[in-house]
């Protein structure tokens, strides 16, 4: 495991950024796991820019994001799917075909789940997952609980993580209550994890995932346990830490 601290988080999306870079430059048609939420957009930002200056090619990656809420358009602005298409999938040259979200309006949410994980297998699993946490130490939607969840799944969202997430809609009531997320399973199978955290309000979940026992009340803590797995955090973000 490896622990990055940066001065800004504007550094740590560049950092975050040049390691994806370096992945897609090792192998062109990597598999990318990513992710959505404040805490990716600058990392985003940055692989734009590189691929408008030409130094990177998207052709030949595959992605598949995360998570998506339950219930949700697609096209309706806090979507995940707009989202990805407004910070990075409509500025760079990845085929449509080889961009895969999760559905959050099928029929049969657990067999869509299921077929989610198997489409990852069947691209030959995922080189590197990109991360954010939560305030409660969520990873993907994995909320604190009694255990970890391998697969994909449908998750009820906790409060903490809906008071969190109202900022991105009109009202606390208009945030869908429940998401489908890769589980802590499928993002362990990652040859590689990067997790940022940038900002005060994430000191005490980087601190609990990076000291204390781990543990499903904490469901970022279970990253310790993978070979290959990097921190990117901001000083703000690593402020709570007694071991830097």
């Not at 090619?57 to 799917?81: M, Q, R, W």
């Amino acid at each position: 495991m490896q622990t990055h601290i940066f001065s800004t988080a504007a550094q740590v999306g560049q950092a975050t950024a040049m390691l994806i870079a370096a992945q897609l430059l090792r192998k062109p048609d990597s598999v990318l796991g990513l992710a959505t939420g404040s805490s990716p957009i600058p990392t985003y930002e940055t692989l734009v820019g590189m691929y408008r200056t030409g130094l990177l090619d998207f052709s030949k990656a595959t992605s598949f994001n995360l998570d998506e809420y339950v219930g949700i358009d697609p096209h309706h602005p806090c979507s995940y799917h707009a989202f990805m298409q407004e910070h990075l999938f409509s500025h760079i040259n990845i085929k449509p075909e080889n961009v895969h979200i999760p559905d959050g309006n099928a029929e049969d949410l657990t067999a869509a789940a299921k077929k989610y994980d198997a489409s990852i297998l069947a691209s030959g699993g995922i080189d590197l997952q990109l991360l954010g946490i939560g305030r409660n130490g969520h990873i993907g939607f994995n909320e604190p609980g009694d255990h970890f969840v391998y697969g994909c799944h449908k998750v009820s969202l906790s409060e903490s993580t809906i008071e969190a997430n109202k900022r991105f809609f009109d009202s606390v009531d208009a945030v869908p209550r429940h998401a489908v997320s890769l589980g802590i399973g499928s993002i362990m199978q990652a040859r590689q994890v990067l997790l940022i955290a940038t900002g005060e309000d994430k000191a005490e979940a980087v601190r609990r995932a990076l000291e204390e026992d781990v543990s499903p009340q904490w469901q970022a803590s279970i990253l310790r346990t993978h070979p290959d797995v990097v921190f990117l955090l901001d000083e703000a973000a690593a402020s709570q830490l007694k071991h830097r």
